[in-house]
């Protein structure tokens, strides 16, 4: 993958989450599980360190199990890593493991459109250990044939240049679709399919085309605005910053 997204993903931990709501009989009846498949942003909130952590994820769900190999947990160490968990009613368990074998254990308790409870991390010793709460909230797909939005280059003043995407999400949060540049200064930037990842509120795409471009960006709460940063490969390496919205 291109030089920005390496660099940014660095510090992260990749894999998954989603988020759903339990459902009572109120009968006394058998209480259905929440429904938890898909993108989720959290924040955990240490009470041992002074700074929160920041976890996206993108749950996959069979009925009771929970799994993952889409998950980033920024400000922590781990490279990568998988999930396995459970659901029962509205009670979550989850368990982020490490290449190295650092885990993140996760309990919570699914209400309102949202998930939160408690953590705690056991670690090999590269930031010691930690615990504190944890509040998440879903985020939609980026599934979208209406996206448009613009770059600015920062190598090719004013390297200006106008888009549209037209992409598709499937059930594990990968990414496939096509995105067209108009006016760009570097002619080698063509209509490229591309093909990458949502994890949470994290877009990741690029392409296999000769020019090489590669976008990461933040998705907002309701997955209609990303913003983030661009390369491209060739063309002097060029690179700069866009923005993308749908109605």
Not at 35 to 56: E, F, K, R
Not at 79 to 105: E, K, R
Not at 181 to 187: A, E, N, P, Q, Y
């Amino acid at each position: 993958m291109k030089n920005l997204v390496a660099t940014l993903l660095g510090c992260t931990l990749l894999a998954g989450c989603g988020g759903g709501n339990g459902d009572n009989s109120g009968t006394g009846g058998m209480r259905s599980n929440a429904q938890l498949n898909g993108n989720w942003h959290a924040i955990l909130t240490s009470t041992v360190s002074s700074h929160p952590l920041v976890a996206d994820f993108f749950m996959v769900q069979n009925g009771g199990t929970l799994s993952s190999d889409n998950i980033s947990l920024q400000g922590t160490c781990f490279p990568s890593g998988t999930m396995m968990g459970s659901v029962n009613g509205d009670q979550v368990n989850m368990i982020l493991t490490s290449q190295d074998g650092d885990t993140v254990s996760i309990t919570g308790t699914v209400s309102g459109g949202a998930l939160s409870g408690n953590y705690t991390i056991k670690t090999s010793g590269c930031m010691g250990g930690d615990m504190g709460t944890l509040s998440a909230t879903p985020i939609p797909s980026v599934q979208s044939a209406a996206w448009t939005g613009a770059t600015l280059s920062t190598v090719y003043p004013p390297g200006h240049t106008t888009l549209t995407a037209n992409l598709a999400e499937d059930n594990a949060g990968n990414i496939t679709g096509t995105m067209v540049f108009t006016g760009s200064t570097c002619s080698f930037l063509s209509t490229p399919s591309v093909n990458g990842r949502q994890t949470g509120n994290i877009f990741i795409v690029d392409d296999t085309a000769p020019d090489g471009v590669a976008l990461i960006g933040t998705v907002d709460s309701v997955a209609k605005n990303i913003s983030g940063g661009y390369d491209i490969s060739i063309c002097n390496a060029d690179g700069g910053t866009f923005t993308m919205s749908q109605p």
